[in-house]
């Protein structure tokens, strides 16, 4: 997911990229929730920074930067959150039965080619997605996008001390152009960007641009 940005990242900045919870080579452990999960980095940028971070999430990562930030802002300097849904989505319920009935599929080569299109995978990384997408079991699949349906902006991101960038392509649904913007006003110290001919890929579609846009802003820390 990273691969794009991080070899375009200046080698000054020092990059922590952990596996989630049922992901990789965390596979071992199932993703229980959003709750847990931010407990368990919270541990690991205690464990590998002296200093508060900057920290950058897409999508559900996107929304555990949020909580991160939130709930430990002794550790977190700033956050950059890439197309972070912070609306519920309605009737969830039914979603999650659907995604229940069709997580085997996900061990289907030509169901996760699909797939990996919706998410502009680049050709070249289309083996380790398929590899990862295999390895992903339904109770991980079922309670991590049943998180990220229900996700609202968490009491004490308000509060944050520090910047947050909120990014959305322009192309994405209404209702994740309208959670950045929920995102951005609740936080004082947001800087809101739509991201010009992209869906909900940006790291995938537009790396370079991100990459700079990235680097930029955190140059004008301060």
């Not at 080579?25 to 464990?47: C, F, M, N, P």
């Not at 039965?97 to 997580?103: G, S, W």
């Amino acid at each position: 997911m990273w691969e794009p940005l991080a070899s375009r990242i200046e080698s000054s900045y020092r990059l922590v990229i952990p596996d989630l919870p049922g992901h990789d080579r965390s596979q071992g452990a199932a993703y229980r929730s959003h709750d847990a999960t931010i407990e368990i980095l919270a541990t690991v940028i205690e464990k590998d920074a002296s200093t508060p971070v900057t920290v950058v999430g897409f999508s559900l990562g996107a929304q555990l930067a949020v909580l991160l930030a939130a709930r430990y802002p002794r550790l977190v300097q700033d956050v950059v959150i890439i197309s972070a849904q912070a609306k519920p989505t309605p009737c969830p319920g039914a979603t999650l039965a659907l995604l229940r009935m069709a997580a085997p599929l996900a061990r289907n080569e030509k169901f996760a080619r699909l797939q990996a299109k919706e998410l502009f995978v680049p050709n070249e990384l289309m083996d380790d997605y398929l590899r990862t997408s295999r390895s992903i079991n339904a109770h991980t699949l079922v309670a991590a996008v049943g998180e990220n349906l229900k996700f609202t902006v968490p009491p004490g991101w308000s509060a944050f001390p520090g910047r947050s960038l909120v990014m959305v392509g322009e192309r994405e649904r209404v209702l994740m152009r309208k959670s950045a913007q929920l995102l951005a006003e609740a936080h004082s110290r947001s800087e809101i960007v739509v991201v010009e001919s992209c869906g909900h890929g940006i790291p995938f579609q537009q790396p370079e641009r991100l990459a700079v846009r990235l680097q930029e802003w955190l140059r004008g820390a301060g």
